[in-house]
């Protein structure tokens, strides 16, 4: 079981927004703003797409937001596109040197 | 442009040792801090450690689970970046990928991995 808690799936139509959860606790989502998110397309390096909760890599499309409350932080992809269809992960610093990373959550764009 | 190209996985049998290597390219890896995630067949990432640069004291971390069985070492002369895997268990069967460090608890470039497959 993995140390953060995601939805193992979610989906949406091309055009639509889905929103991808991470569920901690206090002593690692809530508690740092370290909160990231990556995309992997299996097979392929995952990218990075947000880092400290909200920030985008120079580069990456807006359509892509993260946000945090109390200890979930959220995964907002708008616009869906059939090349967003993949695997999320969200990580979060976990206090005591640990860096903690969650199930993952597999996109699909119907 | 930045590339991680990890080596050094294969079978290995249960209590054995394995070492992967990671070639970093397209960035001052002398001034990077690194760090080794894991993905075992069917399940989520894990982080298995991070050394950080020399200028930063050259120090390393690790998670409980693989904490006095492996070993992360870095040799800048080559911008490569070890992973030493001792007393293997079947639950370190994974792919094994190489990552950079956007700030010390957030990575962001990764290699595509290797795959390590720990058998009795």
């Known amino acids: 079981q993995s140390a953060l808690t995601q939805p193992p799936s979610a989906s949406g139509s091309p055009g639509q927004s889905v929103t991808i959860s991470c569920t901690g606790t206090?002593?690692?989502?809530?508690?740092?703003?370290?909160v990231s998110w990556y995309q992997h397309h299996p097979g392929k390096a995952p990218k990075l797409m947000i880092y400290e909760v909200s920030k985008r890599p120079s580069g990456f499309p807006d359509r892509f937001s993260g946000s945090k409350s109390g200890n979930t932080a959220s995964l907002t992809v708008s616009d869906l596109r059939a090349e967003d269809e993949a695997d999320y992960y969200c990580s979060s610093y976990g206090g005591s040197n640990n860096l903690l990373f969650g199930g993952g959550t597999r996109l699909t764009v119907l | 442009e930045v590339e991680l190209v990890e080596s050094g996985g294969g079978l290995v049998q249960v209590g054995g040792s394995l070492g992967l290597a990671c070639v970093g390219s397209g960035f001052t890896f002398s001034n990077s801090w690194m760090s080794w995630v894991r993905q075992a067949p069917g399940k989520g990432l894990e982080w298995v450690g991070r050394?950080?640069?020399?200028?930063?004291?050259?120090?390393?971390d690790y998670p409980a689970p693989v904490k006095g069985r492996f070993t992360i070492s870095r040799d800048d002369s080559k911008n490569t970046v070890y992973l030493h895997m001792n007393s293997l268990k079947n639950e370190d069967t994974a792919i094994y990928y190489c990552?950079?460090?956007?700030?010390?608890?957030?990575?962001?470039?990764w290699g595509q991995g290797t795959l390590v497959t720990v058998s009795s």
């Open positions: 990552t950079t460090h956007h700030d010390p608890w957030e990575v962001n470039y």
């Open positions: 206090s002593n690692d989502v809530g508690g740092y703003n370290y």
């Open positions: 050394i950080k640069s020399k200028t930063s004291g050259g120090t390393t």
